[in-house]
């Protein structure tokens, strides 16, 4: 019995609180936001600018790759000096897993950036064209 009173207290609550959020009124956007949201649409990356970054991120991705190997092979390492193999290699496995999945991530979204960069760069040719 005490347990359905405190359910009912609590549904009561929380649709008080509810019903107090739903009154209140929505603040109109003022100028500053609005001309913070103009600048941001006009401000686009330069296209070597955007190769850059796409360049970054590949690095990026296989300085992380790298991390996973390693740390992959140092618990290998450890497992095998304990003797245990199937740990050694689940070990070295989930390392060499770790790595693959981070420079495929790195080189998939640096190389959509680069491709970004150079589309933009042929853009401006076909204009000065």
């Known amino acids: 019995m005490r347990r359905g009173f405190r359910l009912i207290f609590f549904l009561a ?9 739903w009154s209140q009124s ?7 936001d ?27 991705g296989v300085a992380k ?8 092979t140092a618990g290998s390492v450890g497992n095998l ?22 420079v495929a991530v790195g080189t998939g979204k640096g190389t959509f950036k680069v491709g970004k960069g150079l589309g933009g760069e042929f853009k401006k040719l076909g204009k000065k064209l």
């Open 26 to 32: 929505s603040p109109s956007p003022t100028s500053a």
């Open 81 to 102: 000096a304990h003797g245990n193999f199937s740990g050694a290699g689940a070990s070295l496995g989930k390392g060499v897993g770790g790595m693959a999945k981070n």
């Open 34 to 60: 609005t001309q913070r949201t103009t600048s941001q649409e006009k401000g686009k990356a330069a296209p070597g600018k955007q190769i850059g970054k796409g360049g970054e991120d590949i690095g990026k």
């Open 65 to 72: 790759g790298t991390g996973a190997l390693a740390k992959g």
């Open 13 to 21: 609550g929380t649709l008080a609180f509810g019903v107090c959020g």
